[in-house]
Each structure stands twice: as structure tokens, then as C-alpha cells.
């Protein structure tokens, strides 16, 4: 059975780990000790937090040490361990490392670091970086497999939905704590408080730039920094139950990392 890991458990990388272990793969997954996922019910990083996350029908479960995960591989689930710095590759000395982190930029994923190295997005570079990396703006060549070069550059523009781009996706106003108003599936209107934002005595509020529906909200009680992203708006209401389910984007993704681990499968059993 190969060995694989996934560094990141947001969103997108959630959907990359669920198809894996839908395929029958066992995934370790990496984490940093306070992630921000936005899209956080179908977010396997909220494990650190909790303990444990589930996301259609898939448990991902904390652990303290590479030393449980076989534990928690044997009741079908996935280990989450906390290593933002990757520091675990050497000693797990996987077949395959997925740089699933969305960072826009390398946080710290080399090509060295296992036979098969898959980036995803911008950041990275084919060669220096990672063996392969799978596009992800949404468009014509969302989930392309990139064999030379980069993805393209994160225009820092959301994708279009309905008409609304970078009105979907809400930031910071300043730093301070972020407080919960309203949170993932509520319906809400433009100019609608949703969050508040409280900098010693000074709580700013967070207003809805459409009306639609809450898909993303960070933790209550996160820390946040000014311009951190903090919420997305999906203006079509009739979205609620997908609010809980892995985005297409996801599934697309996912479906070329499937691709390349099964080939490199195949290769390695000639």
C-alpha cells in the first residue's frame, strides 16, 4: 500500500483526501496547529481543534505521534497530525507528498521530499518545487495536470458565482479577535452584521458585501490579522445543503490527484 501525505486539511484539500480514501488509499495528513479554514463544515482540519472532523462519511482523527496512525488507519479513518513544518516526512518516508495547503506560495514543499511530489495552485515551480502540480482557478483548465512551469498566478480575484466575484469573499477590517454573528448556512442581507471584530475596548462589526447565504466563516474566537479572510457569501440561497458537501472545484481537483497516484501505482508495480 502506498504511503501518502496530504499537507493541509482545508476545503480543497479535504476533497483530494476524501477521493483518495474513497479509493482505498491511506492518507496522513498535515497540519498547522491553528488552521483558518473558511468552508470549515467540510474542513477535515477542524480535527485539530476537536479532535476528530467527519465530512461525507470520512472520520479524520488527531493523534500525537506518527505512532497512532496505524490505529486510526485500521478503523477506516485518517490521522491528522499537527506539523505545519513537515518535519514528520523523513520518518514516515511516504511514497507520495500532496502540498495541498492553498497557500499561494511554498511553504516549505521540495520535490526531495518523496518519489512523487503533486503541488496544487500557484507558488510552486515544476522541478524545484514539486514533480507535477494540478491547477486550481476556477475556468477552462481547473484541475489540469501541470507536467512544466507553474500554475497560473493567483489574481487574488474569487472566481465568479452568480455574477459576484470579489464581493463573495469578505476580510478583516482590523485585527483583533473574531467573534461568530452569523455562521456557515445562515441567510443573510446586504449591510446584515455577520461577525464583529473586538481590538481591546474597539468591537468592529463585519457586514455582508451581498445578500445570500453564509458557505464560509472562520472559528469563533480566531485571531485574526487586518485583511485575513474571514467569510464567503454565496448569493444563491437555494445553495444551503451544499454548504455541508465537498465543492465541484474540490471534487475536479481531486480527481487529477486520483489520476497522477494511480498512475504512479501502476508504474511502480512494472
Not at 49 to 72: C, F, K, M, P, R
Not at 229 to 238: M, S, V
Request: hydrophobic share 45%; glycine share 10%; proline share 4%.
Amino acid at each position: 500500500m502506498l504511503k501518502i501525505i496530504v499537507r493541509g486539511g482545508g476545503d480543497l484539500a479535504t476533497g483530494v483526501i476524501h477521493r483518495l480514501w474513497g479509493a482505498g488509499f491511506k492518507v496522513l495528513v498535515l497540519e498547522c496547529a491553528k488552521p483558518a479554514a473558511i468552508r470549515r463544515q467540510v474542513a477535515l482540519c477542524e480535527a485539530v481543534y476537536q479532535g476528530n472532523a467527519q465530512v461525507e462519511g470520512l472520520t479524520a482523527h488527531l493523534i500525537n505521534s506518527l505512532a497512532e496512525a496505524d490505529a486510526v488507519w485500521e478503523r477506516g479513518e485518517v490521522p491528522v497530525l499537527v506539523d505545519a513544518a513537515a518535519e514528520s516526512v523523513h520518518a514516515f518516508a511516504p511514497d507520495i507528498v500532496i502540498d495541498a495547503i492553498i497557500a499561494k506560495r511554498n511553504l516549505g514543499t521540495s520535490s526531495t521530499m518523496a518519489p512523487l511530489v503533486i503541488a496544487l495552485g500557484p507558488g510552486f515551480s515544476v522541478g524545484a518545487d514539486a514533480d507535477v502540480i494540478v491547477e486550481t482557478k476556477r475556468g477552462h483548465n481547473l484541475g489540469r495536470i501541470i507536467r512544466s512551469g507553474s500554475a497560473a498566478p493567483n489574481s487574488g480575484v474569487p472566481g465568479n458565482i452568480a455574477g459576484y466575484s470579489k464581493e463573495r469573499v469578505l476580510h478583516a477590517p482590523c485585527a483583533g479577535v473574531l467573534h461568530v454573528v452569523h455562521d456557515i448556512g445562515s441567510i443573510v442581507e446586504k449591510g446584515e452584521t455577520i461577525a464583529t471584530i473586538t481590538d481591546g475596548a474597539n468591537q468592529v462589526p463585519v457586514t455582508a458585501t451581498l445578500s445570500g447565504l453564509i458557505r464560509g466563516m472562520i472559528r469563533d474566537g480566531f485571531a485574526v490579522t487586518e485583511g485575513f479572510k474571514i467569510a464567503d457569501i454565496d448569493p444563491r440561497k437555494e445553495e444551503l445543503a451544499n454548504c455541508f458537501t465537498i465543492s465541484d472545484k474540490a471534487r475536479c481537483i481531486a480527481g487529477s490527484v486520483l489520476e497522477l497516484v494511480c498512475r504512479y501505482a501502476q508504474e511502480k508495480e512494472k
